[in-house]
């Protein structure tokens, strides 16, 4: 991605967000297709791909402006963010979901706004996908801080089932609870029990922290349901 291209184009989102669907479209041949890390995440489903920088660089301009201190967060943005991921490929839908994880990056996302509001319903939409980048995305930095425990619980146990590995939650041992170990532990007993192999990462959830210390008992109050 040309810093010229990215600058230019966040600047007339800023100015017209009507050019945010042309722009969109643009990123993947503008900015680049591939993975962050092609050895160790070759879909950048964990890391993240030069598209998914694009795209939520110019949500964030969206929002915030280019200069970043702005905050558009009400029902015209919230509605034009929607319809972007409503109309969009699975990699335009990734990126309206790293937007908003771009967002939390750069100052947060006020809860009970507009813009908090749909990005959880799109949180909740992409914990229903096929598609392992968008489940991934929808427990990054926003779903983290704004999605519902029992949803998260249920992609945290999607994303391993998948064979996603957990780096992709932000946050994992914050939200850790009695009920999503329960839920880990259930789901190992029954691999076992079928003579299937236990992915690795369900020790992330089962021993959080070392194996001689207890998971966390509840949510922290701010992601409680």
Do not use: C
């Not at 990123?27 to 791909?49: E, F, I, L, M, S």
């Not at 994303?159 to 932000?170: C, H, N």
Request: glycine share 12%; no cysteine; net charge negative.
């Amino acid at each position: 991605m040309t810093d010229t291209w990215i600058d230019r184009a966040r600047a007339d989102v800023a100015r017209d967000p009507r050019t945010l669907t042309r722009l969109f479209a643009l990123a993947p041949r503008r900015a680049g297709r591939g993975p962050h890390d092609p050895q160790g995440d070759p879909h950048g489903v964990v890391r993240g791909t030069a598209e998914d920088d694009a795209r939520a660089a110019l949500v964030v301009a969206l929002v915030r402006g280019v200069d970043g201190t702005g905050s558009d967060t009400g029902d015209a943005t919230a509605a034009r963010l929607r319809e972007l991921y409503d109309r969009g490929d699975t990699g335009e839908r990734r990126g309206v979901l790293r937007g908003l994880d771009a967002l939390e990056a750069a100052g947060g996302v006020p809860g009970g706004s507009p813009l908090a509001r749909t990005g959880v319903e799109l949180a909740h939409d992409a914990h229903r996908a096929n598609d392992p980048s968008l489940v991934a995305a929808a427990v990054g930095r926003f779903g983290g801080r704004h999605l519902d425990q029992h949803t998260w619980r249920h992609t945290v146990l999607k994303l391993v089932f998948l064979g996603v590995p957990l780096d992709a939650v932000a946050g994992l041992t914050d939200r850790l609870d009695d009920e999503t170990v329960r839920m880990a532990s259930d789901f190992a007993a029954e691999r076992r029990a079928a003579g299937r192999p236990v992915p690795d990462d369900v020790d992330r959830i089962l021993h959080p922290l070392d194996p001689g210390r207890p998971a966390p008992t509840a949510p922290t109050p701010s992601t409680a349901e």
